[in-house]
Every structure is written in C-alpha cells, then in structure tokens.
C-alpha cells in the first residue's frame, strides 16, 4: 500500500505563488508515475503536470506551462510542484496521484492507483 499527503496549499493574491507537496509512505518503490491534478467547483478532474519517477521527465498541461514547475526528492520520497504567477482560474483542491504502471492515459485518473486527499489553493483578485 502507498499513502500520498499533500500539503502547501493556502490563500493567495493574483500574481502570487505557492510550493506543494506531496510525501509517499509506504511501498513508494513501486511508484513509476506521479501526476498532479486539480478540481475546481462545477469543472472536471484535470491533470496539469506530471513527472516519471524513473527518468525524472516531466510534462505539463497548455494551461499551466512555463507558470507551474514539477519535481522530486527521491531521498524525501516527496514530489513538488511551483505554482507562480497565478491566477484566479488556478483555485482548486489539488491532488497528486501514483500509477505502478505506464500504461493508459496519463491525464485520466483511471491511470493512477493512489491518491492523496487534496490541498487547497485559493487565488484572490
């Protein structure tokens, strides 16, 4: 089993930025994949960065390329993600997500086998 804990998340003024975390326990060895998602109110699921564990490669959604940065500690067993200049279209809980397995559609959550419980960003005007 592998548990996920995000944390990091707050209130912010537009054009502000915010540092998240997300700490794996657990059997983290298995872990290939880890994604970033985001759900505001009355929208959609939808993933926003991701990272492969094994390589380090990362791949980013249009809508928060060259704002948002993911990374890992792999001493930590933690992943990141940087949140600068943003936006009020940016609130949203945010989750992070593992998958054992490449396989399927990296930005769909029946991709992924863990899931944190979320932490919330709120971006003021």
């Known amino acids: 089993q592998v548990h996920l804990l995000e944390s990091g998340g707050g209130s912010v003024q537009a054009g502000g930025s915010l540092r998240l975390s997300c700490v794996g326990s657990g059997d983290v060895d298995r872990i290939v994949r880890i994604t970033w998602f985001r759900q505001a109110p009355g929208k959609a699921r939808e993933g926003v960065a991701q990272?492969?564990?094994?390589?380090?490669?990362?791949t980013y959604a249009d809508s928060v390329k060259g704002r948002f940065t993911i990374s890992q500690d792999n001493a930590k067993k933690a992943v990141y993600l940087q949140l600068n200049n943003l936006a009020r279209e940016d609130t949203a809980m945010y989750y992070c997500a593992a998958a054992r397995s490449l396989l399927g559609d990296s930005w769909r959550e029946p991709a992924y086998d863990y899931w944190g419980q979320g932490t919330q960003v709120i971006v003021s005007p």
């Open positions: 990272i492969i564990t094994g390589s380090g490669r990362t």
